[in-house]
């Protein structure tokens, strides 16, 4: 199998036949849809066979499954491919790495990056490490890292403190970015783009607008990074969440101006935004631009709008949209159809819900783990107990078909397990527990008590229980285990 020294598109890319590019691998991995399972099938049929690849189609590939997060099918294209000779550059390490983490964990990261030669042990797949640590939110391992790089000076660049002031946002900790900014200074680190817009939110969390507005000021002083559309997208949404509507739609139009490429993903916002704002003939006029820039409007598109149509209550312009869709559709995608699912659900229109998940099945789009959430709890806010597990079992085994996990939200199995215990349910309520069982690899200590509470009001005994807590490692609260004493004897 030919290969080719790197994952980037080579000088002679414009030579190669029309016929050929159309048939890029990442085209054949993807010609029954973008789903995890019509991919992973793709992929298999291409990795048992002996076909023609160059490496550039390969890192194409890898960077569309991952846009997707369709990280394990990528992890295995990547190793694949490793097998067979391809030479990885210090860049391909380093987005190996990521996929390992994202694909097996933390520890096979690390174990990953331990075995590499040490002369791949740059700032990429380092800084690819510390992005692994802080998206999971380990902070000590994170900061531990970060002064290592320092330490053996290996040239940081703006992505590594990026990470790491990501990551303080995420965890409440806003107030030590102006900090790592000074720093970046301090050390002639050249912030870029992404770097002010963290910034910019740290100072918006902890409600210092004006701080926020004085970023852009800085960004335009300093000239080397030139305010694009995120920029002002970050600030309008800013806005938004402070309640200042009026200086979120200058930021808007401006937004608007400063789109002067087209670009797909700054149309949706506009839509998000201005529907966040109850501005709906705002959303409609950047609508029809959106159509008229991309008259093969794509299903993402349509998703959003519909979004935020069901959103802001406008239930029949949400069926026009849905409608126009499903009209021009090449591949009937079940995420738009769940979003009026949703909504027919949520107005109590089972009916039209009914319909519409069987419509699209004659369509070809399967129910997913989500539709299947959506009638769940439907029946559960209507009290249909029977229907409300029916359909959780359906989420979950579907979830699982799909390749990935549906897990329910800890709420739901709260109100499940309380029915069961009012009603002095066991049976039901061990019914669940198995249907619980392939969703949730720790079902918890509340599950367990309250399914002891549920034996107790029964007047059930269960001999079994206390070692079921020892396998499952569980300390019950005191009332449980004086309870325990009542149902667990022979």
Not at 82 to 101: F, P, Y
Not at 400 to 419: F, N
Request: proline share 2%.
């Amino acid at each position: 199998m030919a290969m080719l020294q790197q994952y980037g598109r080579t000088k002679n890319v414009t030579k190669r036949s029309k016929k050929y590019l159309e048939e890029a691998l990442y085209k054949r991995l993807f010609k029954e849809g973008s789903s995890e399972v019509s991919v992973r099938q793709q992929l298999n049929q291409f990795l048992k066979s002996s076909k023609r690849v160059y490496k550039w189609e390969v890192g194409d590939t890898i960077k569309k499954l991952r846009d997707r997060k369709l990280y394990y099918p990528a992890l295995k294209l990547s190793e694949t491919m490793a097998e067979r000779g391809m030479n990885k550059t210090v860049s391909d390490q380093a987005i190996h790495l990521d996929l390992v983490a994202k694909s097996r964990g933390i520890e096979a990261a690390e174990n990953y990056f331990v075995d590499l030669p040490e002369t791949s042990k740059s700032h990429l797949t380092y800084g690819a490490l510390l992005n692994c640590y802080c998206k999971e939110l380990m902070t000590e391992k994170a900061e531990t890292l970060m002064e290592k790089m320092k330490e053996l000076n290996i040239g940081l660049t703006s992505m590594p403190y990026n990470s790491l002031m990501t990551l303080y946002t995420k965890i409440g900790q806003p107030e030590k970015i102006p900090s790592i900014i000074q720093e970046m200074k301090a050390n002639n680190v050249m912030p870029d783009s992404y770097t002010y817009n963290v910034w910019m939110r740290a100072l918006a969390a902890a409600n210092d607008i004006s701080g926020a507005e004085r970023v852009i000021d800085v960004m335009k002083r300093d000239g080397r990074v030139a305010s694009d559309w995120t920029t002002y997208s970050n600030l309008a949404a800013i806005y938004v969440e402070a309640g200042y509507f009026d200086k979120a739609e200058k930021v808007l139009k401006e937004l608007e101006k400063r789109n002067a490429c087209r670009d797909h993903s700054a149309f949706q916002f506009l839509i998000t935004l201005y529907g966040r704002m109850g501005n709906l003939l705002e959303v409609y006029r950047i609508w029809r631009s959106l159509r008229l820039a991309f008259p093969k409007t794509a299903n993402i598109s349509y998703l959003n709008m519909i979004q935020v149509l069901v959103k802001l209550k406008d239930l029949p312009g949400a069926e026009k949209c849905f409608r126009e869709w499903e009209s021009r559709c090449s591949t009937y995608d079940i995420r738009v159809a769940n979003v009026l699912i949703g909504a027919y659900a949520e107005e109590g229109l089972l009916e039209k819900a009914e319909e519409l998940r069987k419509r699209a099945r004659r369509r070809g789009a399967k129910p997913n783990a989500k539709t299947w959430e959506i009638f769940s709890n439907y029946y559960l806010k209507n009290g249909d107990m029977k229907l409300t597990i029916d359909c959780f079992a359906k989420a979950i085994d579907t979830g699982r078909g799909d390749g990935g996990k549906w897990v329910p939200s800890s709420e739901t199995i709260r109100t499940l397990m309380g029915h069961f215990e009012d009603d002095k349910d066991v049976d039901g309520a061990e019914g669940f527990v198995e249907i619980l069982k392939k969703a949730v690899d720790d079902l918890g200590v509340e599950v367990f008590e309250s399914l002891i509470r549920t034996y107790a009001a029964a007047g059930r005994t269960s001999p079994m229980m206390r070692r079921r807590l020892k396998m499952e490692n569980l300390e019950v609260s005191e009332a449980s285990k004086k309870l325990l004493e009542t149902i667990c004897v022979e």
